[in-house]
């Protein structure tokens, strides 16, 4: 499974921002997705998640009621809504699919968009 995000850019705070990750491959051992974040010289963190069908998400304590995941698996994509972005947003954002193999459950990752939030 090959991830591509897109979509990223800068924006000021209190703007928006919409990023999408098209998925390309064996799409159909696709299961659950997610998206993450990277700030300078910080960890990798968990901004939220979405179930194979969408009917699920869970988000970080720190973007809920501003950002909304939503997936279209008839066009084998996900999305990342953004809202009142602050500059804390600031972030390399990542693209992560999680994947059921006769191996078991294997992870693929995008290359990233950056978003630059100013104040």
């Known amino acids: 499974v090959q991830l591509v995000e897109s979509g990223g850019g800068l924006v000021q705070a209190g703007g928006s921002l919409r990023l999408s990750c098209a998925a390309s491959g064996s799409t159909f051992s696709i299961n659950a997705m997610g998206w993450y974040r990277q700030a300078p010289g910080k960890q990798r963190e968990l901004v939220g998640t979405?179930?194979?069908?969408?009917?699920?998400?869970n988000y970080a304590d720190s973007v809920k009621g501003r950002f909304t995941i939503s997936r279209d698996n008839a066009k084998n994509t996900m999305y990342l809504q953004m809202n009142s972005l602050k500059p804390e947003d600031t972030a390399v954002y990542y693209c992560?699919?999680?994947?059921?193999?006769?191996?078991?459950?294997?992870?693929?990752w995008g290359q990233g968009t950056q978003v630059t939030v100013s104040s």
């Open positions: 979405i179930t194979s069908g969408g009917g699920s998400t």
């Open positions: 992560n699919a999680e994947r059921l193999t006769a191996w078991g459950i294997r992870d693929s």
